[in-house]
């Protein structure tokens, strides 16, 4: 029985992030942290004859956050744009996953049509060293241009 090696393990520091926003693409190498998923819409529905209650996949929902240090005015200008004018700025990520030291590969995940839900649009703090914000979002589609390979198990 073969088992997962260590240095198959993806560091999360080997990553990278790219947003597209009205066809510039902008490298996130301010993001300390960033998840997209999908959550299922599901359905319940009862039958003659069979006690549970059954499930039915309806749909889906996809949404995400990111913690980036506070060195960007961009999502700032965004949602200030929002607020002045009323246009809304919808921009894909790209986020890639590439471990040298891991013989599985590289795994590329675009996250599309991403929509911010809020902003910290001013901050200080005398407590931290440096200074983040979280930023929390939708999407609306989902494409992954590359997939990481099985693992050489040891």
Same mark, same amino acid.
Request: hydrophobic share 40%; glycine share 10%.
């Given at each position: =029985? @073969?088992?997962? !090696?260590?240095?198959d393990?993806v560091?999360?520091?080997? @990553?990278?992030?790219?947003?597209?926003?009205?066809?510039n +693409?902008?490298e996130?190498?301010?993001? #300390?942290?960033?998840?997209?998923? +999908?959550?299922k819409q599901?359905s319940?529905?009862?039958a003659?004859?069979?006690r549970?209650?059954?499930h #039915?996949?309806?749909?889906? /929902? @996809?949404s995400?956050? =990111?913690?980036?240090?506070?060195?960007? &005015?961009?999502?700032?200008q965004m =949602?200030?744009?929002?607020?002045k &004018? @009323? !246009?809304?700025?919808?921009f894909d990520?790209?986020i890639?996953?590439?471990?040298p030291?891991?013989?599985?590969?590289?795994q &590329?995940?675009?996250? #599309?049509?991403?929509n911010?839900?809020?902003?910290?649009?001013? #901050?200080?703090?005398?407590?931290?060293e440096?200074l983040?914000?979280?930023?929390?979002?939708t999407?609306?589609?989902?494409d992954?241009?590359?997939?990481? /390979?099985?693992?050489?198990l040891?």
């Open positions: =029985m @073969g088992f997962f !090696k260590a240095n393990a560091s999360g520091q080997e @990553g990278r992030a790219y947003a597209t926003i009205n066809g +693409v902008e996130m190498f301010y993001v #300390k942290t960033l998840e997209g998923k +999908v959550e599901k319940e529905m009862r003659l004859g069979r549970g209650t059954q #039915k996949a309806t749909g889906w /929902s @996809g995400g956050s =990111m913690t980036i240090y506070y060195a960007t &005015t961009l999502f700032r =949602m200030l744009d929002y607020i &004018t @009323g !246009k809304d700025t919808y990520i790209q890639v996953n590439e471990d030291g891991s013989s599985i590969g590289r &590329t995940v675009v996250l #599309k049509n991403v911010l839900n809020s902003v910290i649009l001013a #901050k200080v703090d005398t407590e931290n440096f983040d914000e979280e930023i929390d979002f999407f609306e589609d989902i992954i241009l590359d997939s990481f /390979s099985a693992p050489v040891g």
